[in-house]
């Protein structure tokens, strides 16, 4: 899975309540991208990061901050969770020499009760 | 709005029968096309990268072409283990804010059935 970790891999909160998910990463990749995944929508991007503290909004960042201290660790909060952020979130990578692809985590399954 | 249309929704085949499958964009100055294999409950698995028209790249029974317009992933005489869901996704020029981003399709479930 190249390298990468997602943790948890599953959680159920209630709304109103912070979540963050962590990601974290092996290989050193400079772009780090966090996507959720809805059935008829696919996946979306919801932030990015290019860098050490260099992030940027995704097309669905609404009700979602990121960080991003260390090159390994990139994550994912939701500052008051709502039932239309229960979905699968999944952390992926890219960055390497020559090479356009990025690799995704396992995933983690969030639903808010 | 640059989109990403993969078709069909889903595709139910016969082991051994070959099928295409469908990724068209209209994103401008695309720097690569990617495809992704996702097995249920798991993360997409990057499959290919294409780069520029007339480009082809195989893995096993699964071939991917690009046109200016569309890739097309073929897969030729097909198990049952290639059942899956398969993502297209593309990239578009390298500018500050767009570097690295991944737009998707979304999507096509095969089953192949024995």
């Known amino acids: 899975d190249a390298g990468i970790t997602q943790s948890p891999r599953h959680k159920v909160t209630e709304t109103g309540t912070p979540v963050t998910l962590r990601c974290h990463q092996t290989?050193?990749?400079?772009?780090m991208y966090w996507y959720r995944q809805d059935p008829g929508h696919g996946l979306r991007l919801i932030h990015y990061?290019?860098?050490?503290?260099?992030?940027d909004k995704g097309e669905v960042s609404d009700g979602y901050s990121v960080s991003r201290s260390k090159t390994e660790d990139f994550l994912l909060t939701l500052e008051s969770a709502t039932s239309s952020q229960t979905s699968v979130y999944f952390c992926?990578?890219?960055?390497?020499?020559?090479?356009?692809?990025?690799?995704f985590g396992q995933g983690t399954r969030l639903t808010v009760v | 709005e640059d989109q990403v249309t993969q078709s069909p929704e889903a595709l139910r085949l016969q082991e051994g029968e070959s099928s295409s499958l469908n990724c068209s964009y209209t994103?401008?100055?695309?720097?690569?096309l990617f495809w992704y294999r996702q097995d249920p409950g798991k993360g997409p698995e990057f499959l290919f990268t294409?780069?520029?028209a007339g480009e082809e790249k195989e893995k096993e029974r699964l071939k991917a072409t690009l046109t200016k317009k569309e890739s097309f992933l073929h897969i030729t005489a097909p198990k049952p283990e290639d059942s899956a869901t398969y993502l297209c996704?593309?990239?578009?020029?390298?500018?500050?804010?767009?570097?690295?981003?991944?737009?998707f399709g979304a999507g096509t479930q095969v089953v192949v059935t024995p």
């Open positions: 294409l780069y520029s």
């Open positions: 990061s290019y860098g050490v503290k260099d992030t």
């Open positions: 996704a593309v990239q578009e020029g390298w500018t500050t804010d767009s570097w690295g981003k991944l737009q």
């Open positions: 994103v401008s100055g695309l720097r690569g």
């Open positions: 290989e050193n990749h400079r772009y």
């Open positions: 992926a990578i890219s960055g390497r020499q020559g090479h356009a692809e990025a690799f």
